[in-house]
């Protein structure tokens, strides 16, 4: 008891010399010594903050070398799967869409991965779905290699053709590529409906419309590009066309001028009936034929690679009997050249 006692004594007498320690501190706090006091209080505070902000530096430092890490696989996966592995996988083609990795660099640009896989793409959707093509055979890998290597070619080519377009002032416009549609559309080459059209662009290419419009816009820009390069031909189809205009039999004129072996000997006539959804006949000859009265003579038509001139023989129906002079452009390739050697393609894969 008498230790217990003494033990209540000792801590009253520590608590009492703790309250006098406050006390006195206190009491030397005055305006003078309130900065030192703070920074005192400050000191003590940091030796437990320090640790916190040492935590907070380290995740910062760790999350942002991981983020760096896996920012950097990522881009080596897609350099190695596209360049070495050549894939051609949906999830690649989506990296492609995002990120513009280049397949080749041709009439001073680059050509991006995505224009190839584009092309590629519909060509693999439509052999596989529509000519049930296996690619795992040793033919459909034949195939696949040729539609690698004719992708590849063509978005080349597009390069060059629309660096050539722009030195000659060529262009397209959403007009056109509408117009264009509505002609399509209008002989249900791709069905009536807009269901329709978006179910046959789906089922036999994998294209959306505005996949379609895309493709659409580039090959009408050849097709305009082409009279602009090929004057000569330009200049004989509007020879043709003002011998007819003076009262030339159409016969003799297309025995004369037209490129069409098949039909010029028999004065241009076709030789069988033709419908609006006659499918040897391009949409725009097609267009222009059945906006003839029988006999009338159209103007020239550019049909896309070449040039016509058409006649209303006779109607049957819903039917035409007609004859055609043809004036053939040559290939759209063979304008490239020049152009080609003082801008050589360089390509990034080998196909």
Do not use: C
Not at 109 to 117: H, M, S
Not at 123 to 128: L, S, V
Request: aromatic share 10%; glycine share 6%; proline share 2%.
């Amino acid at each position: 008891m008498k230790k217990y006692v003494a033990k209540l004594k000792r801590r009253g007498k520590k608590n009492a010399a703790t309250i006098d320690e406050h006390v006195a501190q206190a009491v030397r706090i005055t305006n003078e010594t309130v900065a030192e006091h703070r920074e005192e209080v400050l000191s003590s505070a940091r030796k437990y903050i320090y640790p916190l902000q040492q935590s907070k530096h380290k995740v910062v430092l760790v999350t942002t070398t991981l983020f760096i890490a896996a920012v950097v696989g990522f881009f080596a996966y897609a350099t190695i799967s596209l360049y070495r592995l050549k894939s051609h996988s949906a999830f690649l083609y989506g990296v492609t869409r995002v990120l513009p990795f280049p397949v080749a660099r041709a009439g001073g640009q680059f050509v991006a991965y995505e224009n190839y896989l584009f092309e590629l793409k519909h060509y693999i959707h439509y052999y596989q779905n529509q000519q049930k093509l296996d690619f795992n055979s040793d033919s459909g890998r034949q195939q696949l290699a040729e539609f690698k290597k004719r992708a590849l070619d063509k978005v080349v080519n597009d390069a060059y053709i629309k660096q050539l377009a722009k030195e000659k002032g060529v262009t397209v416009t959403d007009k056109e590529v509408n117009a264009e549609i509505q002609i399509v559309r209008a002989q249900n080459r791709l069905g009536g409906s807009d269901k329709v059209f978006e179910d046959v662009l789906k089922e036999y290419w994998g294209w959306s419309v505005d996949d379609f419009r895309r493709s659409l816009r580039q090959e009408l820009l050849t097709q305009k590009l082409l009279p602009v390069v090929d004057p000569g031909v330009v200049a004989r189809a509007n020879t043709a066309k003002q011998e007819l205009d003076s009262g030339a039999n159409f016969a003799e004129v297309a025995k004369k001028y037209s490129d069409d072996l098949s039909t010029k000997e028999n004065g241009g006539e076709y030789g069988y009936p033709i419908n609006k959804t006659n499918r040897d006949l391009s949409a725009q000859t097609t267009d222009a034929l059945f906006k003839l009265q029988p006999g009338q003579v159209s103007a020239v038509v550019n049909a896309g690679y070449n040039l016509e001139i058409i006649k209303n023989i006779e109607q049957q129906g819903d039917r035409i009997r007609a004859a055609h002079i043809s004036f053939n452009f040559k290939d759209i390739a063979t304008y490239l050249n020049d152009i080609k050697e003082q801008n050589k393609a360089r390509l990034y894969i080998k196909p």
